[in-house]
Each structure stands twice: as C-alpha cells, then as structure tokens.
C-alpha cells in the first residue's frame, strides 16, 4: 500500500469539477486516487507560494559540515581503510 503525503484525497471522477475539489481541500495538496491506487498530485497554486524556498549551500557551508562531521566519522573511515 502507498503512503499518502496528505489527507486530502479526492478520485479521478471527482477531477470532473475541479473548482469542488480545490474547495474541499483548503489551499492543501490533494492526492489523485484511480482504483484506490495513486495516481498523482494536484497541488493548489497557493500551496506553492506557501511553502519555504529552498537553496543551494555554498561551498563554505559544505566544508564546514564536512569538518563538524570529520570527528564523528574518522574511526569507521580508519576501520574501512583496511578492507
């Protein structure tokens, strides 16, 4: 069984009246279900804005990560040197 990423569903017979669908969802993502199967996404152009906008990390962000992590991982990089 697939897991949803949301609770609003709505079937491909329901995609008739999509303006009832939109309604129905309150601005969320709504799972598209064909023979209780997933099929798709329609996500409401507000659901878009709404959400946070993601950006690359520079190279400095990167190393530094790197160098926080280096500790933590050193010994199973030692232990995999040998193998």
């Not at 949803?4 to 009832?20: H, N, V």
């Not at 996500?43 to 950006?55: F, G, K, M, N, S």
């Amino acid at each position: 069984m697939t897991r949803l990423a949301t609770p609003q569903i709505c079937t491909m017979t329901e995609l008739r009246e999509p303006q009832k669908v939109f309604d129905r969802a309150n601005g969320q993502p709504v799972a598209i279900l064909k023979n209780s199967a997933l099929v798709g996404y329609l996500v409401p152009a507000e659901a878009v804005e709404a959400a946070p906008q993601h950006r690359a990390a520079t190279m400095e962000e990167v190393m530094e990560s790197l160098a926080r992590s280096k500790a933590r991982v050193q010994p199973v990089l030692d232990y995999l040197k040998d193998k």
